[in-house]
């Protein structure tokens, strides 16, 4: 009996410990730990979630020398907000830009004209896929001496019977009747700018551009006004916002296409009225370069900033639903 009695006591003396260890320092030990590990989760999920927003890498572009204000002002203030990252920007033209962007050597390419066939072949090729974004318009500009006071217009025949390849022009004379027996001297983007595409399509009916003694070409805007500006008998064409950032030193020339000369501003280029010298821009993306967290942070920056900038460097916004159309291809 007493043993029976015994044996029951020590079953709930076990019993009674087993709930102490249960509910008291075990118990304490389990809620210490987990609330400890909560802290612990916390605190290391706030930190890595600050080291992902402090993005840093090279991102390398290159292209279109009239995109490359857009994209310089984009990623000048995209530094502002992440300075580790290191956005460098060339200035090759856009053919040169989609060799560079086929080889795989850069990011992103700026381009003026749409990419063509054979050079998207090249880049499938080479194993890049792209996402095409448009970017702004731009109005192809042409531009004359400051001292050319004869000029006040020129209509699209005499922009091609000046430019196109074979021509005979080599007085301003021979332009228009009335015109001054003044050399002319011609200033031109380089065959790997989109520039030059554009205007031997636009105006030179894809014929091709003259080359001779008459005509020096650039990769470089800012040689060609350079040219211009210190030639009385000088002519050129290059992209809007360069005639807008160099107008004390140029006159720009109105285009008569059919109804009546237009002069290119914000509002022609954007309305469209001043044709056929107005365009899109654009940027190519390498799909596999979208992966790294610098460069789709940067592009969906470009995307969402480049209109409230794109005015700034003279160049007419897309509108508003035509930039949430772009953004969306980033996504996929």
């Known amino acids: 009996m007493s043993k029976g009695i015994l044996m029951l006591a020590m079953a709930m003396l076990l019993v009674f410990a087993a709930a102490c260890g249960n509910g008291g320092s075990g118990g304490e030990t389990g809620n210490a730990p987990a609330e400890s ?25 290159d292209g279109s020398s009239t995109v490359y204000p857009l994209t310089e002002a984009a990623a000048e203030e995209f530094n502002k907000e992440h300075p580790d990252v290191r956005v460098t920007v060339g200035v090759s033209g856009t053919g040169g830009g989609f060799e560079k962007f086929a080889a795989g050597e850069i990011a ?37 001496n400051k001292e ?9 025949e005499e922009l091609n019977k000046i430019f196109a390849a074979g021509s005979t022009v080599k007085t301003w004379a021979d332009v228009r009747e009335g015109f001054p027996a003044e050399p002319i001297t011609l200033f031109s983007p380089g065959a790997d700018s989109g ?14 551009i003259r080359n001779d003694d008459l005509i020096s070409f650039s990769e470089d805007d800012n040689t060609l006004v350079q040219g211009v500006a210190g030639n009385k008998g000088g002519i050129g064409y290059f992209g809007f916002a360069y005639f807008e950032e160099n107008a004390d030193k140029l006159k720009v020339v109105p285009i008569e296409a059919g109804n009546g000369p237009v002069e290119p501003t914000l509002e022609t280029i954007k309305n ?12 190519y993306v390498n799909k596999a370069e979208l992966e790294r967290p610098e460069v ?37």
């Not at 054979?118 to 996402?131: H, M, P």
């Not at 050319?148 to 699209?156: C, R, S």
């Not at 470009?302 to 508003?320: Q, R, T, W």
Request: aromatic share 10%.
């Open 37 to 61: 590990a909560n802290g612990a989760q916390e605190n290391g999920g706030s930190k890595p979630a600050e080291e992902e927003a402090k993005l840093s890498g090279d991102i390398v572009i």
């Open 108 to 144: 992103i390419a700026d381009a003026s004209r749409p990419i063509k066939d054979e050079e998207a072949q090249k880049a499938k090729d080479g194993g890049v896929d792209f996402i095409e974004l448009s970017v702004a318009y731009d109005g192809l500009s042409v531009v004359i």
């Open 148 to 156: 050319n006071d004869w000029v006040d217009h020129l209509t699209v």
């Open 195 to 208: 520039t030059y595409d554009y205007f031997n399509e636009a105006i030179l009916d894809k014929k091709g």
């Open 272 to 283: 469209g009225s001043y044709s056929p010298l107005s365009r899109p821009l654009y940027i």
């Open 296 to 332: 789709k942070a940067f592009v969906q920056y470009y995307i969402d900033n480049i209109g409230s900038m794109a005015a700034e460097v003279g160049y007419v916004p897309l509108p508003d639903e035509q930039y949430a159309k772009e953004a969306a291809k980033i996504e996929g």
